[in-house]
């Protein structure tokens, strides 16, 4: 159990109690760690504080912001349970919607933007009804996602099911094709993080598909017909790709804005 | 008549192993042009206004990196240029042959994906004009 907590109500109790403010105004002076602990310590002494729902809110964008989900959960859920009907109550309900909704548990998340979009506050109002509408698109991106995910494996398997004596050595298609996916690698490390994974998943993934498709076409030459057909195929496969790889690292709306409006340098 | 060391490929085979060669300096050219695009890469910079040349990853102020990108791509062709007169120095015409295939496919594969790069860079860029430097006299 982390120690850190109990430190720092006991060094508040001997240096006074800093106040909600002070706490705050020093986070950029002092690891988040502290800070949350510091925090902490000052709700447990203050349950009845008007800022102390405030305070697990505070906390937990702070582990949001270090990605540590599972630490701003309990901060979340107690923000809605112990200081339910409140402003910080709302803000702790909107932000466990939110992790549900990254975690793709989209039927709760839904349901807890509704109980917000319900509220008589305008403000919570049309921040419900915008979050039910994005959680919907995300929804249905996500369930798009899961069947073309699904598609391409299986085409995969199918196809190297169908070739197996012509998998190995590799067709021409993929040692044609083997400078572009070594320059996505090697470009992907100068990415961030969700970006550089979605490159990494295109380009292994094409080469992948450019495997089996030609695994295939070596073990059963198509006829001209059927080889248009399976070209047409393989640009679709392609497009889904792109899809799954845009879709599972978040990058929809990076992708969108990028499309309409160009590169940034 | 045929050369009898075997250590030299045969002539038929000598030309098109040449000609791989140049093909193979071409995918060494694009593969630096492209990675030195969308990584961060230390290159020689020429400062127009200044009229010097500086070196880094980035320019600061108005500069030119054509020189370097080139410098480097033409260096790096070079290098595969000579790797692969290596490796087909003794190859039979068929095995040169393939070699070339493989070299032409690899540069115009990778012409097209460093064409499409600097386009989408490019797209949507809007050029903006800078202040003139002190004590600048038009001609």
Request: aromatic residues 10%; neutral net charge; contains cysteine.
């Amino acid at each position: 159990m982390n120690a850190l907590p109990l430190f720092a109500l006991l060094v508040l109790t001997a240096a006074g109690d800093p106040g909600f403010d002070q706490i705050v105004g020093k986070v950029g002076e002092q690891s988040h760690d502290a800070s949350c602990a510091q925090m902490q310590a000052w709700v447990q002494a203050h349950p009845q504080d008007p800022n102390a729902g405030r305070g697990l809110v505070w906390m937990a964008e702070l582990r949001l912001a270090d990605h540590q989900l599972q630490l701003a959960r309990p901060l979340l859920e107690r923000a809605a349970h112990d200081y339910a009907g409140t402003e910080w109550g709302w803000h702790g309900v909107k932000g466990l919607a939110d992790l549900d909704a990254a975690s793709h548990h989209y039927d709760a998340a839904i349901a807890a933007y509704r109980q917000l979009e319900a509220l008589p506050s305008p403000y919570w109002r049309y921040v419900g009804k915008m979050a039910v509408i994005s959680a919907g698109e995300e929804q249905l991106r996500f369930r798009i996602y899961l069947v073309l995910t699904a598609a391409l494996v299986g085409g995969v398997v199918f196809r190297a099911s169908r070739a197996r004596s012509a998998l190995w050595p590799p067709p021409e298609e993929l040692t044609y094709a083997l400078p572009v996916v070594l320059v996505m690698l090697v470009a992907a490390m100068a990415q961030p993080p969700e970006e550089a994974r979605a490159v990494v998943t295109v380009a292994l993934g094409g080469a992948l598909l450019l495997w089996a498709h030609g695994a295939q076409l070596r073990a059963h030459p198509p006829s001209t017909l059927s080889r248009l057909l399976l070209g047409v195929i393989g640009l679709g496969e392609a497009a889904a790709l792109l899809y799954c790889a845009v879709v599972a690292n978040d990058l929809w709306m990076k992708f969108a804005e990028t499309v309409s409006n160009g590169a940034e340098r | 008549m045929s050369d009898p060391r075997p250590d030299i490929a045969p002539p038929e085979a000598q030309g098109v192993a040449r000609a791989a060669g140049l093909a193979f300096f071409g995918t060494g050219y694009l593969l630096s042009y492209f990675v030195s695009t969308s990584v961060p890469t230390p290159l020689l910079w020429y400062y127009p206004l200044e009229r010097r040349f500086g070196f880094g990853v980035r320019a600061t102020g108005l500069a030119m990196d054509f020189y370097g990108r080139f410098l480097l791509a033409f260096a790096v062709g070079g290098v595969a240029l000579l790797v692969s007169r290596a490796v087909l120095a003794r190859a039979d015409a068929a095995r040169c042959a393939r070699a070339l295939r493989l070299g032409m496919v690899w540069s115009g594969v990778l012409l097209a994906f460093t064409a499409g790069l600097y386009v989408y860079l490019l797209w949507a860029r809007t050029p903006f004009a800078i202040p003139l430097p002190a004590g600048y006299t038009p001609r």
